[in-house]
């Protein structure tokens, strides 16, 4: 994955806009990460990405999966969430 491509697809935050935000504001959890353009908010597939990002001193060295892989990673994990059935009662 290149710097200009999403890291955040369901808000099209790109790695760059990340790895900028990281920079200059130092966050302490993913959760902050929500102000970077509501990054990390939507199915959640990103977080964990986006931690790997935060906890290296160096985010840009950080090697993400290429694109077409996450994309496609990123749509089996957004069908399985779909798929999963809410338990009902006792
Ligand atoms: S890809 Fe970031 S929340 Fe869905």
Avoid at 4 to 9: F, G, H, K, S, T
Wanted: glycine share 6%; proline share 7%; aromatic share 8%.
């Amino acid at each position: 994955m290149n710097d200009d491509e999403e890291l955040c697809v369901c808000f099209h935050v790109n790695r760059r806009k990340v790895i900028q935000y990281i920079r200059v504001e130092k966050p302490t959890r993913v959760s902050q990460l929500s102000e970077c353009f509501g990054a990390g908010t939507g199915c959640g597939w990103c977080r964990p990405f986006l931690k790997q990002l935060m906890e290296k001193e160096h985010p840009e060295s950080v090697q993400l999966p290429d694109s077409e892989t996450y994309q496609n990673q990123r749509r089996d994990y957004r069908d399985k969430v779909r798929n999963i059935k809410p338990r009902l009662g006792p």
